[in-house]
C-alpha cells in the first residue's frame, strides 16, 4: 500500500536521504532505527510533505507523487491528509482545549459540522483515555498526556498511515508506558504505523519490520527477531552493540 | 520655593484656583474631543496597516516585501514631528492641503502602522516553527495555517507590546498641537499665552494626562492578566 522508489533528499550540498527504496504492507508496524543524523526523521517528513524530497517516488493509498517532476501544492496536501504526524516535542496547540485541538482538522480541514466533530472528538479521547480532560489546555497537561492528545489529533483526520516520530523521547520515563500503549492498541488494531524510536523492547514486541538507517541508506531491514538477534551487516551489529 | 511663594500670598492663591477652575474644563474637554479620539481612530487605522505591512514583510513576494520594508524604514527613520510638518505645512505648497485634524490622523496612522508592524511581525515569527507543521500535518494549507493557529497564538504574544505603544501614543498625541490641532496640549498653551502661568497650566495638562494613561493601564493589566494561561505556552517556553 505505500510505495517508496529511489527518494532522495539534499539540504544544500549534504544528501541527507540516498536513494531509498521500501514498501509498507497495509496494517504492519514499521520501526526506523539508526544513529543520530541517519536521516530517520527527515525520511519520515518527506512522507508527509514537510520536506520535499529531491527526486523519488512515494505512493499511499493509490496518490503517486513523482518528486522529479514538480509536485502541486494540493498533491503534497493530499498527502498528508492521508499521513498523520506526531512529533518528539507534541506541538499541540497552546491556544485550544484538548477537544478543540483534535476536532480543529475536522472542523477546518475537512468542514465538518462542529457538533459531528465532537462526536468524533471524545470517541478519540476515550481511546486514548482522556475524555475526562477534554476542557484542559495543553499547558495544564503531563507530556504523556499530551502526547496522547497529539495521538488523538492525528488520528480524528482518518489517515491510512501514523509516522511517529521519537513520540516518547521528550518524556519522563514513568511517563513513557502510557503512549507506548496507546500505539500498542492501535497496532492491533490494525493501524498502519511507521515509527523513529529508541525503545527497543517495544519495537521488538510491536514492530512487523525494523529498518536500520545509516549515513541515509537502509542498511538492512527484516523482522525484528532478525535485525535484533541475527543481524547480518556489520554496522546493524556495531550500532545494536552501542545501544544495548 | 513656588509653592512657599503661593501659600504665603492669598491674592495669588485666589488667582491660581480661578485659573485651575476656568482651564481644567477647556483642557478636559481638549482630551475628550480631540486627544481621545485622535488615538483611538488613529492606533485603530494603524493597526489594520500594521497588520498588513507585517503580513506583506513575512509573506509577500519580493514587491510586497519591498513596498513594506521601504514604508516601515521612512517612518521608523525620520521624526514624527518633521512628518506632521511635511503633511500639514509642507503638502499645501504642491496644492494639497489638509486641515489639521485629518492631516495628524494621517501622520500618526502612518506612524503607528510602521512601528506595530514591527511588533506584529515579531509576534509572528515567534511562533515555532513545528507549530506550522503541525498545522500542515492535520492538512491546513498556509493560510488556513496562518488563520486558525499562527495568528491566535501571536495576538497573545503582541497585545502587550501593542497596549504599550497606545499608551504611548496618548501622549505623542501633543504634537499634533504644534500642526494647530486644538487638543489638550494647544489649549493649555492658548490657556497659558493669557495668563503666563506656564508652569501651572501645563503641569495640568500633565496630570490630566497622567490620569488617561493610569486607567488605560488599569485596563491593560486586566486583560494581560486573562491571557496569561495562553502566553505561559505561546512561543514555545515550556
Ligand atoms: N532543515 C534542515 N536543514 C539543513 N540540514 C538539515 C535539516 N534537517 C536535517 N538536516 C541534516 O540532515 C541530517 C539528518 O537529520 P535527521 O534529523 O533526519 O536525522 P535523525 O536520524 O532524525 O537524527 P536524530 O536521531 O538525532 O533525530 C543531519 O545531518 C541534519 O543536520
Ligand atoms: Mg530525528
Redesign the interface.
Known amino acids: 500500500m505505500i510505495k517508496i522508489r529511489g527518494l532522495q533528499k539534499s539540504f544544500h550540498d549534504q544528501e541527507v536521504i540516498k536513494n531509498i527504496d521500501l514498501d509498507i504492507s497495509p496494517g504492519s508496524v514499521v520501526v526506523i532505527i539508526g544513529p543520530s543524523g541517519s536521516g530517520k526523521s527527515t525520511f519520515l517528513r518527506c512522507l ?3 520536506e520535499i524530497p529531491n527526486n523519488g517516488i512515494i505512493e499511499i493509498d493509490g496518490l503517486q507523487l513523482d518528486f522529479s517532476k514538480k509536485v502541486t ?1 494540493k498533491q503534497i ?1 493530499d498527502l ?2 492521508r ?3 506526531v ?1 518528539q ?1 507534541y ?5 485550544l482545549t484538548v477537544i478543540e485541538n483534535i476536532i ?2 475536522l472542523i ?3 468542514k465538518l459540522p462542529k457538533i459531528e466533530a465532537i462526536k468524533i472528538g471524545e470517541k478519540l479521547l476515550e481511546k486514548v483515555g482522556l475524555l475526562t480532560h477534554k476542557d484542559y ?3 495544564q497537561l503531563s507530556g504523556g498526556q499530551e502526547q496522547r492528545v497529539a495521538i488523538a ?2 488520528l ?2 482518518d489517515p491510512k498511515v501514523m509516522l511517529f516520530d521519537e513520540p516518547t523521547s521528550a518524556l519522563d520515563p514513568e511517563l513513557v508506558n502510557e503512549v507506548l500503549k496507546v500505539m500498542k492498541d492501535l497496532a492491533n488494531e490494525g493501524m498502519t504505523m511507521v515509527i523513529v524510536t529508541h525503545e527497543m523492547k517495544f519495537a521488538e514486541e510491536v514492530a512487523n519490520e525494523v529498518v536500520f538507517f545509516d549515513e541515509g541508506v537502509i542498511i538492512e531491514h527484516g523482522p525484528p527477531s532478525l535485525i535484533f538477534h541475527n543481524p547480518k551487516k556489520e554496522r546493524t551489529k556495531k550500532f545494536l552493540s552501542l545501544i544495548q | 520655593m513656588y509653592l512657599n511663594s503661593i501659600f504665603h500670598n492669598p491674592e495669588r492663591l485666589e488667582r491660581l484656583i480661578n485659573i485651575a477652575s476656568s482651564s481644567f474644563v477647556p483642557l478636559l474637554e481638549g482630551a475628550i474631543t480631540y486627544t481621545l479620539p485622535l488615538t483611538v481612530i488613529t492606533f485603530t487605522i494603524g493597526l489594520v496597516i500594521a497588520f498588513f505591512t507585517a503580513l506583506a514583510r513575512i509573506f509577500g513576494n519580493r514587491f510586497l516585501r519591498g513596498i513594506a520594508q521601504g514604508y516601515v524604514s521612512i517612518i521608523r527613520g525620520t521624526p514624527l514631528l518633521v512628518q506632521l510638518f511635511i503633511i500639514f505645512y509642507g503638502l499645501p505648497t504642491v496644492g494639497l492641503t489638509i486641515s489639521p485634524f485629518p492631516s495628524a490622523i494621517i501622520g500618526f496612522s502612518l506612524n503607528v502602522g510602521a512601528y506595530a508592524s514591527e511588533i506584529i511581525r515579531a509576534a509572528i515569527l515567534s511562533i515555532p516553527k513545528v507549530q506550522w507543521e503541525a498545522a500542515y500535518s492535520i492538512g491546513m494549507t498556509r493560510s488556513q495555517a496562518i488563520r486558525r493557529i499562527i495568528l491566535p497564538q501571536a495576538t497573545r504574544v503582541a497585545i502587550p507590546p501593542l497596549s504599550n505603544s497606545f499608551i504611548g501614543l496618548i501622549k505623542d498625541t501633543s504634537l499634533a498641537s504644534l500642526i494647530l490641532v486644538t487638543e489638550m496640549f494647544r489649549r493649555a498653551q492658548e490657556i497659558a499665552a493669557t495668563n503666563y502661568e506656564f508652569l501651572f497650566v501645563y503641569s495640568i495638562a500633565a496630570f490630566i494626562y497622567w490620569v488617561i494613561c493610569f486607567i488605560f493601564s488599569i485596563i491593560q493589566g486586566k486583560i494581560e492578566g486573562r491571557l496569561d494561561r495562553f502566553v505561559k505556552t505561546v512561543g514555545g517556553v515550556r
Request: aromatic share 10%.
Open positions: 508527509n510533505g514537510l501544492q496536501i498528508r491528509r499521513t498523520g504526524m512529533f516535542n506541538a499541540l496547540f497552546p491556544h480543529e482538522g477546518t480541514v475537512k489546555y495543553p499547558s489529533r492525528a480524528a483526520m
